[in-house]
């Protein structure tokens, strides 16, 4: 391996190693602080708890929430897909627990009673059973899961719209990337990254 590859290599894990004593050194100000207060108390605001809140009591009211036309945030779309899919695997969530319930029910009627003659599953042997019971439990937790995951699903993005509800997503953002090499108790050399809106 050539010196230069070496010190490259090193220069870049020095570099690595260094970047989680980075701080940040974005800057806030008195001013920005009444800004983000006035932006509170704006009816555009949204905030992230109360979307939360509202899709955990009901599934859909966070969407319907962080709902904002005039600033070409539209949520409403992802309700009825939301209920879509809360009807469908609830559908299938009560339709294996029947299923569940009358396989078991005749596998218990035939380990009770040998002789006697099959309710409603003649042609099933009690292996059949068996293996019928196995499935539509399997299906069963898999629905329960999946609805659970709807819902969680469902509440992760109301909170991350309110979030994003007030960020600037106008043309006029401008990053600016610059190195960064600050000698203190502990020097560090890393790269700074700053995210601002040019003025017009």
């Known amino acids: 391996m050539s010196n230069w590859l070496k010190y490259n290599l ?19 100000t008195d001013q920005d602080t009444v800004v983000t207060e006035k ?5 555009n605001y949204r905030s992230p708890k109360r979307a939360v809140l509202l899709s955990a009591v ?3 009211a966070g969407q319907i929430y962080n709902h904002a036309p005039k600033k070409g945030k539209r949520n409403l779309w992802k309700v009825p897909i ?3 899919g809360i009807g469908t695997t609830s559908y299938f ?5 029947k299923n569940y319930k009358s396989y078991r029910t005749e596998y218990i009627y035939r380990l009770n009673c040998d002789t006697c003659a099959s ?11 068996r293996t019928a019971i196995d499935q539509y439990k399997n299906w069963r937790d898999m629905s329960v899961v999946i609805l659970a995951g709807i819902y969680v699903l469902q509440l992760v993005d109301a909170s991350v719209s309110a979030h ?9 953002l401008t990053l600016r990337i610059a190195p960064t090499a600050r000698i203190s108790n502990t020097s560090y050399v890393g790269m700074s990254f700053t995210l601002f809106s040019r003025r017009r």
């Open 10 to 28: 090193l220069f870049i894990l020095l570099i690595l190693t260094q970047l989680s004593y980075c701080q940040d050194s974005t800057q806030v």
């Open 39 to 43: 932006a509170k108390k704006d009816s």
């Open 58 to 60: 009901l599934p859909g």
């Open 82 to 84: 939301l209920y879509a």
């Open 93 to 97: 969530l009560f339709d294996n627990i």
């Open 119 to 129: 309710i409603n599953y003649p042609t099933f042997t009690v292996e059949n059973l």
């Open 164 to 172: 994003l509800f007030n960020h600037d997503i106008s043309p006029n």
